[in-house]
C-alpha cells in the first residue's frame, strides 16, 4: 500500500476547466508530491489540486457541497424524538428559583415543556425547547 506516485500516473484531482473531479495523468512532481496534472477529459494541464477527503472512487462530488451541519436542524431533529416523551412525562413548573436536574421536564410560560439536557453552571440549566436550546437560571 505505497502512496507513492509517479509521472504517467492516473489520479483523481479538481480541474478548473471541467469544474469536476476527473481522471488526471501526473506530469510532474515536486519531492514526491505531484505538481502537475493533465486532465484526461479536457487534456488541460494544470497545478494539481487535490480532492476533498470524503471523497471514494467512483462517485461524483455534487456541484454544491453538502453542508450537514446545520445546529438548528439538529436540535429540531433532537426535540422531535424528545417531545413524545416528555408529553407523557411528569413535568413541572419552570421557576428561577426551582432546583432542576438533568432530564427534568419543565414547563415554562413561554418556551412551553422542555427537557433539562445539562447543568450549564452554577445557577444555570440548558434546557431543550421546541424553539431550541435556552439556558435558564435556577437556583
Ligand atoms: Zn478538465
Given at each position: 500500500m505505497s502512496e507513492t506516485k509517479s509521472a504517467g500516473d492516473i489520479i483523481d484531482a479538481r480541474c478548473?476547466?471541467?469544474k469536476d473531479i476527473t481522471n488526471h495523468t501526473i506530469v510532474a512532481l515536486v519531492e514526491a508530491k505531484i505538481e502537475r496534472?493533465?486532465?484526461?477529459?479536457?487534456?488541460?494541464?494544470?497545478?494539481?489540486?487535490?480532492?476533498?477527503?470524503q471523497k471514494s472512487t467512483g462517485e461524483t462530488v455534487k456541484g454544491t457541497t453538502s453542508r450537514r451541519k446545520d445546529p438548528v436542524a439538529d436540535e429540531r431533529a433532537e426535540w422531535e424524538t424528545l417531545q413524545i416523551k416528555i408529553e407523557n412525562a411528569d413535568s413541572q413548573p419552570y421557576a428561577m428559583d426551582g432546583i432542576f436536574r438533568r432530564k427534568d421536564v419543565i414547563r415554562h410560560k413561554i418556551f412551553g415543556l422542555g427537557q433539562v439536557v445539562a447543568i450549564a453552571g452554577p445557577k444555570k440549566i440548558e434546557v431543550l425547547f421546541q424553539d431550541g436550546k435556552k439556558l435558564l437560571r435556577c437556583g
Open positions: 478548473t476547466k471541467c496534472v493533465k486532465c484526461n477529459v479536457c487534456s488541460g494541464e494544470h497545478k494539481y489540486r487535490g480532492v476533498p477527503r
